[in-house]
């Protein structure tokens, strides 16, 4: 277990990163335009303005994924990767699978 433990931090991080990246940095001005609606009606607008920064920021992953989804799932597999290769160990996507 002790060995795991670089590997487990080093993945949070990144993906604390990843996801203050994709839900923050790149989505300021959208949540921006989804909290200032104000009129009768706002509030359906509102969730599918948030639905949609979710999704763009991290598309849903299926047997049929959109480019997006197929690179973001590449953006956490890279990662894991470097989390297990930083901490000496070999990462083989085709045994992950």
């Not at 433990?5 to 990163?17: G, I, K, S, Y």
């Not at 994709?22 to 599918?48: C, F, I, N, V």
Request: cysteine-free.
């Amino acid at each position: 277990m002790t060995a795991l433990n670089p590997v487990r931090n080093a993945v949070f991080t990144a993906l604390h990163d990843l996801a203050k990246t994709r839900l923050d940095e790149q989505h300021r001005e959208d949540w921006l335009t989804a909290y200032t609606r104000s009129r009768k009606g706002s509030a359906h607008l509102r969730a599918g303005d948030i639905r949609r920064i979710f999704e763009e920021s991290a598309p849903p992953i299926s047997s049929a994924m959109k480019p997006s989804a197929r690179a973001f799932l590449a953006e956490v597999v890279g990662i894991v990767r470097g989390a297990v290769e930083n901490a000496g160990g070999r990462f083989d996507i085709a045994q992950a699978a």
